[in-house]
Every structure is written in C-alpha cells, then in structure tokens.
C-alpha cells in the first residue's frame, strides 16, 4: 500500500478536525474512498475546496501507509458552488455524494463508480434533468461492484425479455407484466429507463427509479452495516415525492 499518491478525487464529506483542520474524504479511481486531514480545511480560505460534490486534484501524503495522512488538493470543478442555486441539482449531489460516502468501503478501488459519478457531476451541469436518470443507474452500478446487482434483463418467473414492469424485492430480478400481474402490490415497479438508459424518463419515473435501488441499498448495501440510508438520499426521494404532486403515494 502506497503512502502518497496524487490524483484526481471527488470530494464526499468534510468534517471539522482541531483548529480549522478537517478530515475530508475523497473517492478515488485507484485509491477507493480515502480520507486525509487537510490542514486548514475548515479555514475561509479553503472551506469551498472541500465541499462535497467537487472534483479535485488531491495528494495525500502518510509517514505510514495505515495512518490518516494529510490530504491537500486544487480545485477542478466546483460542481457544488454551480448547485447552490438549484435545490434540486445540490440535493442529487448531496445525495449521490452521501451514498459513496456510507456504502463504499475504505481505501478498495472501485472504478466503475468513481467513474459513474464523475458522470453523474458532469450530467449535474446541464441540470438536474439530466443528472436524474444517471444517478439512478449509478447506484445500480454501486450494487453491482458492491455484489449486490440486480438483473432487469429477463423475467424471473417465465424468462421472458420483454414487457419488464416490476421487480421482485425479493431476488432483484425483472419480472413481467404478466408474470407479476397477480402480486403487483409487492413488487417494485420497474421504469423503462433503468432497463435501457436511451428511454427519456421524467419525475414518475426517476421516482421509481430511485425506490428500486433506494430498497436494495437500505436492504443490502447499508442494512448489512446496521445503518439507515443516509439523510440526504432520503430528503432527494421527498423533493422528487412532492414534485410529483399529493395522488402520488409513498
């Protein structure tokens, strides 16, 4: 294990450390979910590099590879300050950020998501339309690198490939309209574009999109840990919740 690289990292959370320190944690492509004291994190001066959602160069240096180390880093993007006029584009970040932070383990690589947020930021700039539907399939992805992937290529009952509406909460597998129609109240339905990310989506379906994965990362990703999903995922699906309008039940 090396005790000093330098990459490029997406800040995922910052916490206040000693006198104007902080501890931030960064994800990695090579390095995985990696935290560093910054000195001076917290200070004026630096308190808008470490906000979560911005994309870094960051250094980390260790006297030994197993310690804290110190993290330092120049700006990038600064996909969070670009948010702050947008509710909903800073609470897909806050969210997506959020999710890294608690589901990733320590210093493991996982490119696949590291990558698939870095699209999700940039998708963030065009707006949250936008970044709505790739964070939906990043947090598949997530459960796939994490072993937990669902299957919406076939139906569990008949096999079949098409007319995939559900999924079972049980296995994580599609299920068929006709195949889930007699236990349509317990499955999850299943928006077209999470199957296939060239279908246009709107607010029903990003909503349904996130319930899926929501359910798998609650059951598996942070249930096995004994934790809740965290705040800011939960706050995203009630601001998509309410923009649906009052017929649309939790």
């Given amino acids: 294990m090396s005790n000093e690289w330098e990459a490029p990292a997406i800040v995922l959370a910052t916490r206040p450390h000693g006198e104007g320190g902080a501890v931030v944690t960064v994800l990695t492509e090579a390095h995985g979910r990696h935290a560093g004291l910054a000195k001076g994190g917290a200070s004026r001066a630096q308190a808008a590099l470490w906000q979560p959602g911005n994309l870094v160069e960051a250094r980390w240096v260790a006297r030994l590879a197993d310690q804290l180390g110190s993290l330092s880093g120049e700006m990038v993007h600064a996909a969070a300050s670009l948010a ?10 806050t969210a997506a950020c959020a999710v890294a932070e608690g589901a990733l383990p320590e210093r493991e690589a996982h490119p696949g998501c590291f990558h698939g947020l870095v699209g999700v930021i940039a998708a963030l700039a065009r707006g949250p339309e936008h970044a709505l539907p790739r964070l939906v399939h990043w947090e598949a992805v997530l459960l796939a690198e994490l072993g937990y992937g669902l299957d919406l290529t076939r139906c569990a009952a008949t096999g ?12 994580g597998r599609a299920v068929s309209a006709e195949a889930g129609a007699p236990y349509a109240d317990r499955l999850l339905p299943l928006p077209a574009f999470l ?7 709107d607010v029903q379906e990003w909503l349904a999109g996130l319930r899926v994965t ?15 999903l965290p705040p800011a995922r939960e706050a995203l699906q009630d601001r998509l919740t309410l923009m649906t309008g009052p017929s649309d039940g939790r």
Avoid: M
């Fill in 84 to 93: 702050l006029d947008d509710p909903l584009a800073l609470s897909v970040l």
């Fill in 195 to 201: 199957r296939d990310a060239t279908q246009p989506s």
């Fill in 160 to 171: 079949a490939t098409d007319n995939l509406i559900y999924v079972s909460p049980k296995s």
């Fill in 214 to 228: 929501g359910f798998f990362l609650t059951r598996d990703a942070f249930g096995l840990q004994h934790r809740p």
